[in-house]
T-cell receptor, first 113, second 116 residues
C-alpha cells in the first residue's frame, strides 16, 4: 500500500480564497483524522470520521472550515474564505478498527498571504 | 477531556547515551498509546504501538512501556545516534467510557538532539 496520500503538498493562496485539501486513506482503514500543526499549538485534532461518518468535529476552529468523506477512499478539508492565521501544516491520518495504529500522510503546507 | 504531557520539552545528549522520554495522560481509559517520530518539515512516522492490555513494546534500540493505571509511558532509546535527532511525539487513543472515545490526542513532543 502507498500509505496515506495527501494533496497538494504545498499550497499558497491569497486571503479570501477557497482552499481544498485532499486525503486518500490506506485501503481498508475505517477511521480518518484531520490535524493541523503549528509551532504555537502543536498538533490539533480538527475532525475525525468512522466509516465515512463525522464523529467529532469539535476541533474545527470555525464555520469557515468544513470536511467531507464521500466514500471510504477520499476525504476533503475545505477552508472558505481562507485567512493568514490558517497558515499551518495540515495532516491526514487513517487507522483500522482492529489494532487502531494510526498512519499519517506527508501533510499539506498551507500558506495564506 | 484527555490531556497528554511530554517531558522534557527538549533534550540534548552526546552520542552513545541511553535516554528516556516521558509521556503522561490524564484519562486512563485508553485503547492504545503510540509513539511517533517527526523529522523537520516531514510527516509523522509510527515507531511503536502499545495496546492498553500490554506493558511494553520493543523495536530495535527502542523500548516503550505503558502503565495505564498511573497514566504514564516512557520511550527508552539505547545507544543514541545523531540520526535519532528528531521530535518524538506520544499519542493516546481514547477508549469507550472515557472522555475522548476514538480520538487520538497528542502531546507537545520532545525535541531530541544527539550530537557526535
Amino acid at each position: 500500500d502507498a500509505g496515506v496520500i495527501q494533496s497538494p503538498r504545498h499550497e499558497v493562496t491569497e486571503m479570501g480564497q477557497e482552499v481544498t485539501l485532499r486525503c486518500k486513506p490506506i485501503s481498508g482503514h475505517d477511521y480518518l483524522f484531520w490535524y493541523r500543526q503549528t509551532m504555537m499549538r502543536g498538533l490539533e485534532l480538527l475532525i475525525y470520521f468512522n466509516n465515512n461518518v463525522p464523529i467529532d468535529d469539535s476541533g474545527m476552529p470555525e464555520d469557515r472550515f468544513s470536511a467531507k468523506m464521500p466514500n471510504a477512499s477520499f476525504s476533503t478539508l475545505k477552508i472558505q474564505p481562507s485567512e493568514p492565521r490558517d497558515s499551518a501544516v495540515y495532516f491526514c491520518a487513517s487507522s483500522s478498527r482492529r489494532n487502531a495504529e494510526a498512519f499519517f500522510g506527508q501533510g499539506t503546507r498551507l500558506t495564506v498571504v | 477531556k484527555q490531556e497528554v504531557t511530554q517531558i522534557p520539552a527538549a533534550l540534548s545528549v552526546p552520542e552513545g547515551e541511553n535516554l528516556v522520554l516521558n509521556c503522561s495522560f490524564t484519562d486512563s481509559a485508553i485503547y492504545n498509546l503510540q509513539w511517533f517520530r517527526q523529522d523537520p518539515g516531514k510527516g509523522l512516522t509510527s515507531l511503536l504501538l502499545i495496546q492498553s492490555s500490554q506493558r511494553e513494546q520493543t523495536s530495535g534500540r527502542l523500548n516503550a512501556s505503558l502503565d495505564k493505571s498511573s497514566g504514564r509511558s516512557t520511550l527508552y532509546i539505547a545507544a543514541s545516534q545523531p540520526g535519532d535527532s528528531a521530535t518524538y511525539l506520544c499519542a493516546v487513543r481514547g477508549d469507550a467510557g472515557g472522555t475522548s472515545y476514538g480520538k487520538l490526542t497528542f502531546g507537545q513532543g520532545t525535541i531530541l538532539t544527539v550530537h557526535p
